[in-house]
């Protein structure tokens, strides 16, 4: 698997630190109010798993499943529920959690059909953030790290479903690309 990266972009170490400021802020912003952090499926997993635990207060967590590239590296604009969330939001402070924003196709489809819901506030937390790639206005509350028009995997983030497990954000070699 690793003979497949090309080069690391965000250590381990630097997405643990990342991580427990990101949970530091979200503890500030949100105590008191038990907000729902919504993860994106599948690529917010990981990062959803060590935010929460970085977050010390109440909160409940609840996940969604839109479509998103299938096995291409590029977005199609055309997005679908796939797996609806199991709780009600209405009149909860909602936290989108999101591994990279790279049009903001996804993220603007998923505001509009949550919002639609009522909650109380929805706001947005992405790891990454590729904002040269932007085509949809979408406000990004919390981000992680600005990258750069690359196609990453790790850390939750797929190639054809594939180097989801690596600890570190890495780009892979431009020969593994398929179509
Ligand atoms: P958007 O709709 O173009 O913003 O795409 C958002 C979704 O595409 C993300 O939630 C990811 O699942 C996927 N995606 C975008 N860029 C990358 C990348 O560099 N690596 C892996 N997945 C990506
Ligand atoms: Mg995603």
Request: charged share 25%; net charge negative; hydrophobic share 40%.
């Amino acid at each position: 698997m690793e003979a497949d990266i090309d080069h690391v972009l965000i250590t381990e170490e630097q997405l643990g630190a990342k991580v427990r400021e990101l949970g530091a802020r979200l503890t500030e912003d949100y105590d008191g109010k038990v907000p729902i952090l919504i993860g994106a499926l599948n690529g917010a997993t990981l990062f959803m798993s060590d935010l929460v635990r970085a977050c010390r207060i109440l909160l409940s967590i609840d996940f969604i499943a839109v479509s998103s590239y299938g096995s291409g590296t590029r977005s199609s604009g055309v997005v679908r529920i796939l797996k609806d969330l199991d709780r009600n939001i209405e009149g909860r402070h909602v936290l989108i959690v999101e591994d990279i924003v790279d049009t903001g196709l996804t993220l603007s489809y998923l505001i509009e059909s949550l919002s639609a819901r009522q909650p109380a506030s929805i706001k947005i937390c992405a790891l990454l953030d590729k904002a040269e790639r932007r085509v949809a206005n979408v406000p990004l509350d919390y981000t992680g790290f600005q990258i750069p028009d690359e196609f990453v995997v790790g850390y939750g983030l797929d190639y054809d479903d594939l180097y989801r497990n690596l600890p570190y954000i890495g780009v892979l070699k431009p020969e593994l690309y398929r179509g």
